[in-house]
Every structure is written in C-alpha cells, then in structure tokens.
C-alpha cells in the first residue's frame, strides 16, 4: 500500500487540481514535507486522509486504492462480461446499470473515474448521459469511454462534442477495452500479477 504521494497523485485521488493541492499544502491545510534539496511536496497517507476527511472528499478512492468503473449497457451478457474481465483485473471497483436513468443516479452516488457508455440505451440515449456529466463541473474529471455498433463518422465526433473521451465500436476486444481504460486513467496498463 502506498503511504507517501506526490501532488499529482492527490490531486488525483481527490478529484481536484494539483494547483489546489499545493495551494493546501503551501497555505497549511494539507500537512507534509519537502524533499530534502529539492522543492517536490510529499504528502502522507494519515495526512492525505485526514485532509480529505476533514473537506468531505470521500476517502474510498484512498481506501482501496482501486479505480471506480461503471459500465452501463442494456446487452446484459456485455455488462457480464465486462463486470467479470475488470473485478478479476484487480485495480477496479466495478459498478454496472442497464439505462441512461440508472447511469445519472449511478454517477452521481459512485462517483466513477471512468464510465463504459453504451450509446443505444432504452431510455435515454448516451450522447445526452454525457452532456449530463459534462454539464456537471463536480464530474470534470469523469472519463467517458462510448461503445455502440454504430459507425458514422459524424455521430461520433457528436459524441466527442458532447464531452465523450473515447469511442470503441462494437464488437470490441476486452483486452483493448482495458488498455484504453488504463490510458485514460493513467494508470499502469500491464497488471502486475
């Protein structure tokens, strides 16, 4: 378990900006220490924890150390699939819903680093999930991964528009799935077994 991090690995884990982060620490709120020789902060687990405590930041992200996903797609077996292939990898916290509704409710109470977004869902279609994330300052930091089997270019860049990060079409390697998952979360794209 990790119990020292640098500026940028909490602001990460805090969902707030590194600037903010040194600002707490330059200002006393966020306690630490600098690198002997160098100014590079460093921030303790216990102080880390307390800092966010103390601001209402949920402390799971620094509990489990593990990325929250959420899948959301009306193709159960998919969302089966990608439930299984994530939890088995280790480094996610899996949470799935099968509607657009479902992901609105789920986003805002899980708070996921990074969204699976099916485009063609029976409520409420992808492309308004993501203009609902986006129109949420608190979520800039969500990532948004859209699948669907559909294809034209235009719809696509409509989805970029709307504030998706990526696109994968349908049907996609789960492997590949992971690998731009870890890209956009920055982190470690091999797991270490």
Same mark, same amino acid.
């Given at each position: 378990?990790? %119990?020292?991090?640098? %500026?940028?690995?909490?602001? *990460? ?6 600037? %903010? ?7 006393? #709120?966020?306690?630490?220490?600098? =690198? ?16 966010? &405590?103390? $601001?209402?930041? +949920? ?6 150390? *593990?990325? *929250? ?13 990608? /439930?299984?292939?994530?939890? &088995?990898?280790?480094?996610?916290? /899996?949470?799935?819903? @099968? $509607? ?14 990074? =969204? ?5 869902? +029976?409520?409420? $279609?992808?492309?308004? /999930?993501? #203009?609902?994330?986006?129109?949420? *300052? %608190? ?11 559909? /294809? ?12 998706? @990060?990526?696109?994968m079409k349908k049907p996609f390697d789960v492997d590949a799935l992971t690998t731009r998952v870890c890209q956009l979360l920055d982190v470690e794209t091999a797991a270490s077994s």
């Amino acid at each position: 378990m990790k %119990t020292v991090f640098t %500026t940028g690995e909490a602001a *990460k884990i805090c969902k707030v900006s590194q600037q %903010t982060i040194i600002r707490c620490f330059d200002s006393g #709120q966020l306690k630490g220490f600098r =690198v002997p020789g160098s100014r590079f902060r460093r921030i303790p687990r216990d102080q880390l924890y307390a800092f966010m &405590r103390d $601001n209402g930041i +949920p402390t799971d992200a620094l509990d489990s150390g *593990k990325r *929250k996903l959420l899948i959301v797609d009306d193709d159960e077996d998919l969302v089966d699939l990608l /439930v299984d292939h994530f939890q &088995r990898d280790g480094r996610f916290d /899996v949470r799935s819903v @099968n $509607n657009g509704f479902g992901a609105g409710m789920m986003i805002k109470e899980f708070r996921p680093d990074l =969204v699976v977004l099916d485009i063609m869902l +029976p409520d409420i $279609n992808g492309l308004e /999930v993501c #203009q609902l994330v986006r129109g949420d *300052k %608190t979520m800039d930091d969500v990532r948004i991964i859209c699948i669907s089997g559909m /294809v034209e270019e235009d719809k696509i860049q409509k989805l970029r528009d709307a504030g998706a @990060n990526d696109f994968m079409k349908k049907p996609f390697d789960v492997d590949a799935l992971t690998t731009r998952v870890c890209q956009l979360l920055d982190v470690e794209t091999a797991a270490s077994s």
